[in-house]
């Protein structure tokens, strides 16, 4: 019988997520060619890996009531109690080891990106030890006989014994949603499935935010735990500049308490030596209170400690209500840590600044998260949250489904490139100048004079910019519903700041620069008005403008050749 580590194993036992990642251990063990005793004996003095018919297993020491672990991964293991359990244990891990072909499902509310699709699937063919071939990644529409968009994407580039297709739906969240959802299974995901990946990606680490990269995240991952409490889960980092030599003290400590909690951290160099997982209680709160204090006139997240209670001082209340983000996510972080290493009594928020009017909507995402860890507040009295409500649902409404989907079609169908993105609801991408170097968009002229009240100082910025190499030309696109096209239209007029500082700095060979709005939604089959240049209706249908630029115009013309549609 296979059991689940969760509470039993991870909270002694969470180097074992180390051992077997560093693939400590090369030999192969053919189960016909086993020394009983001697194995016995190996596994009592020592942890070590062997091969079982390909699949990686840890034989483990005993530490619980003289028992031997056959450890699959760092999540599930065989209890064995003598040889012929050893033996049954081994017979099953090499059944185990079949896997079925079938789909692989990502779905996302972000822009999928081709670096991190290709980070997705060698993580899983690295995780159930099959081979795979990639080659040139692409991500390409899907298109019904009729010439629309079936609402779904194909990734092209990838061939393995194990995954029929890959497959990317954009999804919205109802809550606190993580960047990507991975199944490996034939149909569809329907709500009742379980995920066997839940990935939260960032681009960013301490060289931009102390919290931005950790804590803002976290809450994401202990939130998930309402739904899919036993999925692997993982921060994913897409750097594209340049990480700091030394880490700080906050990244530090966010880093440790993801690892306490089980959570595989890949694409960023970690000093195993520093970035490991807390073994106790006192280590986690020494840590946190020995950090640097919060400027003068901020509530610096403290913890004490008494024999009943734990209390962990952090401000909640922002902006009229419960929504201080990055408190939300350290402290979420923080008592899910603290209950993870074990402590089961009251674990409580002090100098939260809400008033029992701010804790009345029980779908609060950190109401949510106090419900399932016992969180209390402060002379206030949580809400129990009992409806079921579902994580995720099918995005069939965003007005991101037609910039997103120009994204694509015109890097994958054209010469043309993306060097700008902010898909509404996705992840604020860099500007790429034109010798590729990633900088980060100001937000304001002037922060200062904004500060004192001059709106005029915000750089207002695209949804998504195209350049066209062919044509030395720049496409501004500003993303809306039809619904709301008129105000789309309206937005056309804030592009100057970004075009001066930002299109005519970096890109002053390109002698066209264009601006217009890229509609989703309605059943509409024509575009009215001459500033909309594209419309993806919901039906899938795909509309060009009378002034549409050029490589719209060649994308659309590629995509229906490549699926043969005429």
């Known amino acids: 019988m296979i059991f689940n580590i969760r509470e039993e194993v991870a909270r002694r036992h969470s180097f074992l997520k180390n051992i077997l990642e560093n693939g400590i251990g090369d030999e192969k063990l ?11 004996k190996q596994i009592k003095e020592r942890y070590f890996i062997k091969f079982v018919n390909g699949k990686k297993v840890l034989f483990a020491t005993t530490f619980h009531n003289d028992k031997i672990f056959l450890f699959l991964d760092y999540n599930s293991f065989f209890i064995c109690e003598n040889i012929n359990d050893i033996y049954n244990s081994i017979k099953e891990i090499k ?27 060698e993580k899983f063919v690295k995780d159930y030890s099959i081979a795979c071939f990639i080659d040139n990644i692409r991500i390409l529409p899907i298109l019904n006989p009729d010439k629309t968009f079936s609402f779904t ?15 990317i739906k954009t999804v919205s969240g109802y809550s606190s949603f993580v960047d990507f959802l991975i199944f490996h299974q034939t149909d569809e995901p329907k709500q009742s499935d379980i995920p066997i990946y839940a990935i939260e990606e960032t681009k960013t680490d301490d060289s931009e935010s102390r919290n931005t990269g950790i804590f803002q995240r976290a809450s994401k991952f202990v939130y998930i735990d309402n739904y899919y409490p036993n999925v692997k889960k993982i921060m994913l980092y897409s750097l594209q500049i340049k990480q700091k030599d030394e880490p700080t003290e906050t990244n530090i400590f966010g880093t440790r308490c993801l690892l306490t909690l089980g959570i595989e951290i890949i694409g960023k160099e970690l000093d195993i030596k520093v970035m490991k997982p807390f073994y106790s209680i006192e280590e ?15 509530i610096p997240i403290k913890i004490y400690t008494y024999e009943d209670n734990i209390q962990v001082s952090g401000r909640l209340f922002k902006s009229g209500g419960l929504s ?33 009017k701010h804790v009345t909507n029980a779908t609060n995402k950190f109401i949510r998260i106090a419900n399932r860890f016992n969180i209390v507040l402060k002379d206030l009295s949580i809400p129990c949250f009992l409806e079921d409500t ?132 309605s059943d509409k089959e024509k575009i009215e008005q001459i500033e909309v240049s594209f419309m993806l209706n919901n039906k899938g249908k795909m509309i060009l403008g009378i002034k549409a630029p050029e490589i719209f115009k060649i994308a659309i013309k590629n995509l229906f050749d490549y699926w043969r549609v005429t």
């Open 30 to 40: 053919e189960i016909n060619y086993i020394d009983y005793s001697i194995l016995l």
């Open 95 to 121: 059944g185990n080891n079949k896997m079925e072909k079938k789909n692989l499902w990502i779905l996302t509310e972000e822009r999928p990106k081709k670096s991190v699709i290709c980070k997705i699937i």
């Open 153 to 167: 994407y194909e990734v092209s580039g990838m061939k393995s014994e194990y995954i029929d297709k890959i497959y």
């Open 284 to 298: 986690l709160i020494d840590c946190k209170n020995s950090m640097r204090m919060p400027p003068k006139g901020n």
């Open 324 to 356: 201080h983000d990055p408190n939300i996510g350290s402290l979420s972080l923080i008592c899910a840590t603290l209950r993870k290493l074990g402590w089961n009594k009251k674990l409580e928020i002090t100098e939260h600044g809400l008033e029992q």
């Open 390 to 521: 579902n994580y995720w649902k099918y995005d069939f409404n965003g007005e991101k489904l037609g910039t997103i989907f120009i994204h694509l079609i015109v890097e994958n169908f054209t010469k043309g490139f993306s060097i700008y993105e902010n898909h509404a609801g996705c992840e604020r991408g860099y500007f790429y100048t034109s010798t590729g170097e990633p900088i980060v968009v100001g937000k304001y002229l002037d922060k200062e004079k904004y500060k004192s009240g001059d709106k005029s100082q915000i750089i207002h910025i695209p949804d998504l910019v195209i350049a066209d190499f062919e044509r030395l030309t720049i496409v501004n696109i500003e993303g809306k519903k039809e619904a709301n096209v008129l105000q789309g239209i309206k937005e056309l007029d804030n592009f100057d700041a970004f075009e001066k500082f930002y299109i005519k700095e970096y890109y002053s060979e390109y002698k066209t620069i264009l601006r217009t709005v890229v509609l989703y939604g």
